[in-house]
Structures are given as structure tokens and as C-alpha cells.
């Protein structure tokens, strides 16, 4: 078995923080994982192919990201290689390659396997890029007194943290959080990505972390997670539990969005509940990207907790489909983007995809289970021996 201790990169927290939770590998078999023989393996491929796009650009010696001991690019790039040789659409190909390739191993923490998975989506919207009486509600870019500070510049033992802020007076200070923003204190500075009629939408755009903006002069423009503003996210359906406005199983977005339109004068103090605040900038090409750079794949990406699981790996997802009475949820994906509220040696949020289908199951999935990630086996031989 392999201990794991994540390394301390959150950025919102200040330099004290109590000892993250511990993962533990144990490799099994590929006979070991629930439903392995019958996924469509190669839909996967095009996720894993562009994840190895950017590994085999990497020096060899680069390493993978998480605390794996000794894991590099060089582990992953053979394999990589291997697969831009596979045929498109051959399910069995693609399965023969990872079994190849690839070493399960199970992860879990504390004596137990299994954690939450939610699910998310690129949300599609109606904008403009000028303002005008009904699209009044502005989606930022990046602004230039925005600062991230990497602490390990300063002191090589906290390499890896960094956090955010703003210079004002010489002095470096929190950045504005989203009340503050909603209050006006970002407006004229001519940093307007697009504008949005409804804040709900704005928001959800940020919870999401990308969109497809449906823009009044015909044009279509799709817009991606640039920074943030350094604060905690906190979920309002959380807050609305703790209120005693919503019961716990009714926190779903349509019911959230039912009380802020039946309760307008308290939407505006409900939204700063969650201090953190997402700025955008344009995305050309593929898209929504996730945090390796990547394109995400709808049903094949996975944003992951990276204290644990290295981007672009291969993950077996053992889960159940959302909504009541549904089945099992068991396929390979590919860990290829982050999340603010995605915290945990099993934690996973799962793409569905674009648009009001997506969101069908994206709004509605909270699924316990557990995940295996797929180590090459050249890094997996050199754990399991030494």
C-alpha cells in the first residue's frame, strides 16, 4: 500500500492549517473493478489523447503534481506515445491498451473508500457585450490589480501554497469579495467581459466555472474560469438549510432558484454568502477547459482534488447515475480539472456536458462511491517494489 499526504496548496487558507486527511493506494486487479469489462472504453480516448498531448510536451523529469513518490511525465509518456496508435471507435483496443499500460490501484482514507461525487456543466446563456436596460449584470475579467503570491518564492517550505490579493497603498490586501463586487466596487474600470440579465445566471456561471454565451448580434462566444478572487466558496443551498428555508433534500438548484425569485429583496445578501468570486476570459478553440489545459469531455472528465490525484491520469469511476432508482455509474475517465468545493482523497465532480440536458443530471447528482486511479505501470512497478 502507498500513504499519501496532500500537499498544502489551497490558496484561501492562511499558512496554519491542521494536517490534510492521508489517501492510501493499494493496487488490485483489473478483474477488481465493478463493471470494468463492460464500458465503451474508446470513448475515452479522446480525453486521454489530449492529456497526453500535454504530457508528451513536458520534460521527462517533470513530476506528475500530487505526492506520488518519484511520479514523473517520463512514467506516463510511453504510454501516451502507445496510444496516439490506437483505432478510433474499438472498444476492445482501448481496453487491451489500458490493461497493457496502466496498474489499478484502489484508493481510500481513514479505513474508508468511499466519498461524494457531484456532478457539472457548462452552462449556456444569453449576453451582450454592451450594456443596455435589460443586460445589466456584468461578468468581469481579470483585473489588473488582481495578485497571486507563490509563498514557496519566499520560503521553500510553503512551496506549493500561494494565496490572493490586491496592492493598495504599497500594502498587499484580501481582494474583494462577491458582496463587494455585486455592490458596484469593480464598475467603470472597463474590465466587462459580456454582460447577463439575471444575476441567478451570473452566479450559476460562476459556481459552473464556464459558459456558452449566445451573444444579441448572432455572434457565439464561449467563456472559461480565469482567477479568482481568493475567498472560500460557501454553497447558498448550504445556507438555506442552515436557515431553515429549505429542507436538506429539497437544496437542488431549481428549488434554490424558486426562493431567490420568491424572496428578491434577499437574493442579493444570499449570493455574498459565498465570499468567492470568479473572473472570465474568452476561450477560442475546443472548449470549456478545464484545469490541465485541456478540453473537457462530456461523461469522460472528472474535476478532482489534486492534493491526491494527479491531473490527466485515468480514473475507474464506481458511482451510481443520479435521481432515485437509477443504476450504476461505472466508466474510465480522465482526472482533468479542479474545483473550489471538489476537497478530499475521494472527492469527484463529473462533466456532463453542455446546456439544459447536462444540467438535468449535473443538478441533481450526489452520489456516494469510490474511484481507482489507473497508475502507468512503469511508476506502478516502481512503488509496488520499493
Known amino acids: 500500500m502507498l500513504l499519501l499526504a496532500a500537499c498544502e496548496q489551497e490558496e484561501t487558507k492562511p499558512p496554519q492549517q491542521p494536517p490534510p486527511e492521508q489517501a492510501v493506494l493499494s493496487p488490485v486487479g483489473f478483474e477488481d473493478l465493478p463493471g470494468w469489462n463492460t464500458d465503451r472504453h474508446a470513448e475515452v480516448l479522446p480525453a486521454l489523447l489530449r492529456s497526453c498531448a500535454r504530457f508528451l510536451k513536458q520534460p521527462p523529469g517533470k513530476a506528475l503534481g500530487a505526492r506520488i513518490p518519484g511520479a514523473s511525465a517520463a512514467d506516463i509518456q510511453p504510454a501516451c506515445r502507445a496510444a496516439q496508435a490506437l483505432p478510433a471507435g474499438h472498444d476492445l483496443a482501448a481496453r487491451s491498451f489500458f490493461e497493457q499500460w496502466f496498474q489499478p490501484w484502489a484508493v481510500s482514507y481513514n479505513d474508508e473508500a468511499e466519498g461524494l461525487f457531484t456532478g457539472y456543466y457548462e452552462i449556456e446563456l444569453q449576453g451582450a457585450i454592451t450594456r443596455d436596460d435589460s443586460y445589466n449584470v456584468p461578468v468581469y475579467r481579470k483585473p489588473p490589480d488582481h495578485v497571486t503570491v507563490n509563498l514557496g518564492e519566499f520560503d521553500p517550505e510553503l512551496s506549493g501554497r500561494s ?31 459580456v454582460w447577463l440579465k439575471d444575476p441567478l445566471d451570473a ?49 437542488s438548484w431549481p428549488n434554490i432558484r424558486a426562493w431567490i425569485h420568491a424572496n428578491p429583496t434577499k437574493a442579493a445578501d444570499l449570493l455574498a454568502v459565498n465570499r468567492r468570486y470568479i473572473f472570465f476570459g474568452e476561450v477560442v478553440g475546443e472548449g470549456p477547459i478545464g484545469a490541465q489545459g485541456v478540453a473537457l469531455t462530456p461523461g469522460r472528465s472528472m474535476a478532482v482534488d489534486t492534493r491526491y490525484i494527479p491531473l490527466g491520469l485515468p480514473l475507474w469511476l464506481d458511482t451510481t447515475m443520479p435521481g432515485a432508482g437509477a443504476g450504476p455509474l461505472q466508466r474510465l475517465m480522465l482526472a482533468q480539472d479542479t474545483g473550489s468545493a471538489i476537497k478530499g482523497p475521494v472527492r469527484g465532480d463529473f462533466f456532463w456536458g453542455t446546456g439544459d440536458g447536462a444540467l438535468e443530471y449535473a443538478g441533481r447528482m450526489k452520489s456516494q462511491g469510490r474511484y481507482y486511479i489507473l497508475l502507468p505501470k512503469l511508476l506502478a512497478n516502481r512503488l509496488a517494489s520499493g
Open 163 to 193: 494565496f490572493v490579493g490586491r496592492v493598495d497603498g504599497g500594502k498587499l490586501k484580501p481582494y474583494f469579495a462577491r458582496g463587494e463586487i455585486q455592490n458596484g466596487v469593480l464598475a467603470g474600470k472597463g474590465i466587462e467581459l
Open 203 to 251: 452566479f450559476m456561471l460562476h459556481v459552473q466555472g464556464s459558459g456558452r454565451v449566445s451573444l444579441v448580434d448572432g455572434r457565439t462566444t464561449r467563456i472559461g474560469f480565469a482567477a479568482h478572487n481568493g475567498h472560500p466558496y460557501k454553497s447558498i443551498g448550504r445556507e438555506l438549510i442552515d436557515r431553515g428555508e429549505l429542507e436538506a433534500h429539497a437544496a
